[in-house]
């Protein structure tokens, strides 16, 4: 994989690489139509468990006043808070959580994990909100249109909840041996978010 630049901050970094390696991933799968070796791994170890910070971010960010009351309520459903069985997508979430406590016990993680979850929902929402703004000589995707315009930012808590959830989906199916036509809506959106979110690393914030 390319080297991803330093930015002299150790967590900026660590995110850069994330959304690097995930980014060079799904090219090389556009280009080949298969993962290289190691990739699922990679998605396994790196991208899924950001996707998991996110998450969590979400559920300490979410407060009364975010939402009206019946979409809080969905909400509810929607995270499994209810009486309801666990759905495969929250058993796919326990696994990452598993994941990322074993990675903790490795002393590799010395941001607390409140603050880690939390900007890590904080930069998802702002990349949310600047990939429909994405310049077409930008836009990386192989297939289709050169604009990310029609990917509208997620309007309320329930909108960003979902798209949360379609990351990982998405990144859980490719690493699972799936593998997406660029037509997929899903696919595209998640891969114009580590599209924006790599070029967010690797010049802050002069993305026009």
Same mark, same amino acid.
């Given at each position: 994989m390319n080297q991803i630049n330093s930015s002299g901050f150790a967590e900026f970094d660590r995110l850069g690489a994330i959304f690097g390696h995930t980014l060079?991933?799904?090219? =090389?799968? $556009?280009?080949?139509?298969?993962?290289?070796?190691?990739?699922?791994? !990679?998605?396994?170890?790196?991208?899924?468990?950001? !996707?998991?910070?996110?998450e969590g971010g979400f559920r300490l960010w979410l407060r009364a006043s975010a939402a009206e009351l019946g979409e809080l309520r969905q909400l509810i459903l929607h995270?499994?808070?209810?009486? @309801?069985?666990?759905?495969?997508? =929250?058993?796919? *979430?326990?696994?990452?959580?598993?994941? +990322?406590? +074993?990675?903790?016990? @490795?002393? $590799?993680d010395i941001v607390p994990a409140p603050a880690r979850r939390l900007a890590a929902i904080e930069h998802a929402r702002l990349v949310f909100a600047l990939l429909?703004? @994405?310049?077409?000589?930008?836009?990386?995707?192989?297939?289709?249109?050169?604009?990310?315009?029609?990917? @509208?930012?997620?309007r309320g808590a329930t909108e960003l909840a979902s798209r949360?959830? =379609?990351? =990982? +989906?998405?990144?859980? *199916?490719?690493?699972?041996?799936?593998?997406? +036509?660029?037509?997929?809506g899903a696919y595209r959106r998640t891969y114009g978010f580590f599209d924006t979110a790599e070029r967010m690393s690797d010049r802050g914030f002069l993305l026009a």
């Open positions: 060079q991933l799904l090219d =090389e799968l $556009a280009a080949t139509g298969d993962l290289p070796d190691g990739g699922a791994e !990679v998605l396994a170890n790196e991208a899924l468990p950001h !996707v998991d910070d996110i995270a499994g808070l209810g009486a @309801t069985p666990r759905s495969p997508a =929250e058993r796919r *979430a326990a696994l990452i959580e598993e994941m +990322r406590q +074993r990675a903790l016990a @490795t002393g $590799a429909p703004a @994405t310049p077409a000589e930008q836009v990386r995707f192989p297939a289709g249109l050169r604009s990310y315009a029609d990917i @509208t930012p997620p949360i959830e =379609e990351l =990982e +989906r998405s990144l859980w *199916a490719i690493a699972t041996g799936h593998r997406p +036509r660029p037509a997929d």
